[in-house]
């Protein structure tokens, strides 16, 4: 059975560094709060150099002085500056499988855990002293990297916090709480510094995992001990005005704040689980909702036929794509620019994401019976000229929007399908009458959203065969391109991407295609006669931006690939 944790304490007496008396008087210490070499280096009866020695031999792991080493660029590039600050780790050495890291508590396994998760490879650890392993990060990595890291959450200034809060719990204050509101508060602001769409905050057996969603990929940052797991969801509640006695059933808020000098809207979703309630926030950025449809990342000739066909006076305009895909961005763009005094347009959303001036905006309550069908039956005796449907979910929904488009109204909707021609069907197949889905849909647009190479460390590269083949490119459009790859660098935190942008799938509904959906043609056929008219599928207008230099070949096929079926 393993000792407890401090143990390594004989071995200093062992080694004569200090005497059982000085322990044990250490010890004492400990019981204030703090960690045993907290304890040494405050009663300085050893030094972190000795700890580190001390730790390693306890361990079982081999120790190293870090004084005069040098750190291989291989090594450097996989972590973070900011990831190192956090944890007071740095990389020392990797062989492509297994990375050598330099840590000064060897025995944290949830930390390790974390790194080799975050770095993908399996670590092996080596103790230094926390002086020496701080010295050298900040030898290897530029203090310039620091803005551009995740901000670190200091946890032990946390733990002050609460300690007084409770303090002053005991002595009958309840006025005590800025802990908790500290913490959520640097816990929102890290999110905002990151740029994350979402923060998740999940709990499990003994450990509260955050994690942020950053251009569409979920990173791990800085875990806080699972006691304060309660506070923090207590204080969100809190500021989304919910119930916070509630922990059995699933419970939605918003909460509205102002960081670093901007407006958000949070949206909260709490979800009970085996080991308490797991959180999501949808950070919604205001300023988002003034994206120009420019910034959306259309080919100009897409450009062109969208701006047209939204200006259309009436029909059923869909924009289609998996959740996360920017659906709502499209629309809101789209509206945005519709949106003048000469026009009424009326929204109903599930829920309303982000509130647009000069909009009149309605939000579904299933809990008293305002769903989407009957929202529109109402809006439409509004006399708008433009009507949004969040989704459209089932037969009646999309009966009624069809009914809209046909007596004169211009209606944006959403569905959840993988590429354009398949919404045609889709809708057939939840009950909608071909004649009518013929007769009232003008286009439909598929979208993906696939990260944008950093633009302060792009740099040219020859892609694998492999890749080539699997885009579909002819060797005419390999040799008059120039494809990009990001080295990684501080702007974007190593990881050669910044931002996302849209590839498009766009489909316009011609007499031919009108023909083919009122007899019930397979979305198959109606994809190879579009093709055969020039349209675009996603994988081809993503390699159109793979070929500009603006994403990558990865990006694009890991969202979409060459579909054969069509090749016959």
Not at 94 to 103: S, W, Y
Not at 323 to 342: D, F, P, R
Not at 420 to 440: E, H, K, N
Request: charge should be neutral.
């Amino acid at each position: 059975m393993a000792k407890a944790r401090g143990d390594y304490g004989d071995i200093l007496v062992k080694n004569q560094v200090i005497s059982s008396d000085q322990l044990q008087e250490s010890r004492d210490v400990m019981k204030n709060g703090g960690s045993l070499q907290d304890a040494l280096l405050k009663l300085e009866y050893a030094n972190p150099l000795q700890i580190a020695k001390a730790v390693a031999e306890f361990n079982h792991y081999e120790f190293l002085d870090l004084t005069d080493i040098e750190v291989p660029e291989d090594a450097l590039k996989l972590m973070t500056a900011g990831t190192a600050r956090e944890n007071n780790v740095v990389p020392i050495s990797t062989d492509g499988l297994n990375v050598k890291l330099a840590v000064a508590d060897p025995s944290d396994f949830n930390l390790i855990q974390k790194l080799s998760f975050i770095m993908n490879k399996e670590i092996v650890p080596v103790v230094a002293s926390i002086n020496q392993i701080r010295d050298l990060i900040n030898k290897v990595y530029p203090q310039e990297d620091v803005d551009d890291s995740a901000p670190l959450i200091d946890f032990s200034e946390i733990e002050n916090e609460f300690a007084q809060a409770d303090a002053g719990r005991a002595a009958g204050d309840d006025s005590s709480e800025g802990g908790v509101i500290k913490l959520v508060n640097k816990i929102l602001s890290e999110g905002v510094d990151l740029r994350a769409s979402d923060i998740h905050i999940e709990p499990f057996a003994n450990r509260v995992r955050i994690r942020y969603r950053v251009d569409g990929v979920l990173v791990e940052k800085e875990n806080p001990p699972y006691k304060y797991l309660m506070p923090i969801l207590s204080r969100l509640k809190i500021m989304a005005g919910i119930d916070i006695s509630e922990k059995r059933r699933p419970q939605d808020g918003r909460i509205k704040t102002s960081l670093k000098g901007r407006d958000f809207d949070l949206r909260l979703s709490l979800l009970p689980t085996v080991y308490g309630q797991s959180a999501v926030m949808r950070i919604l950025d205001r300023s988002n909702i003034k994206v120009n449809i420019r910034d959306l990342g259309f080919n100009e000739d897409d450009f062109a036929r969208f701006l047209n066909l939204i200006k259309r006076p009436n029909g059923i305009f869909l924009v289609t794509g998996p959740t996360g895909s920017g659906k709502t961005t499209t629309l809101y763009s789209a509206i945005n620019e519709l949106n003048t005094t000469e026009r009424k347009i009326i929204t109903a959303e599930d829920p309303v994401e982000y509130y647009l001036p000069g909009i009149n905006q309605c939000e579904v309550k299933h809990n008293i019976g305002l769903d989407f069908s009957r929202i529109i039956r109402a809006m439409l005796r509004q006399a708008p000229n433009v009507i949004l449907v969040g989704e459209i979910r089932d037969a009646e929904t999309a009966k009624i929007a069809i009914e809209a488009s046909l007596t004169g109204h211009l209606v944006f909707s959403t569905l959840h399908t993988n590429d354009a021609p398949s919404a045609i069907t889709r809708l057939i197949d939840i009950g909608v009458q071909p004649f009518l889905v013929a007769s009232s849909i003008i286009a439909v647009l598929a979208q993906r959203l696939v990260r944008r190479i950093c633009p302060k460390c792009k740099e040219p590269y020859t892609p694998t065969p492999g890749d080539i083949k699997a885009s579909g490119l002819t060797p005419e459009q390999v040799g008059n391109s120039k494809f990009m790859r990001g080295k990684g660098c501080a702007n974007c935190n190593k990881t050669g991407y910044r931002g996302r942008q849209g590839i498009y799938e766009m489909l316009r509904l011609d007499g031919k295609l009108r023909e083919m959906a009122f007899k019930g043609a397979s979305a198959l056929d109606m994809r190879r006669y579009a093709k055969s008219k020039g349209m675009r599928n996603l994988l081809d207008d993503g390699m159109l931006k793979v070929c500009k230099g603006m994403t990558t070949f990865e990006e694009v096929l890991s969202t979409c690939h060459h579909d054969s079926a069509l090749d016959h």
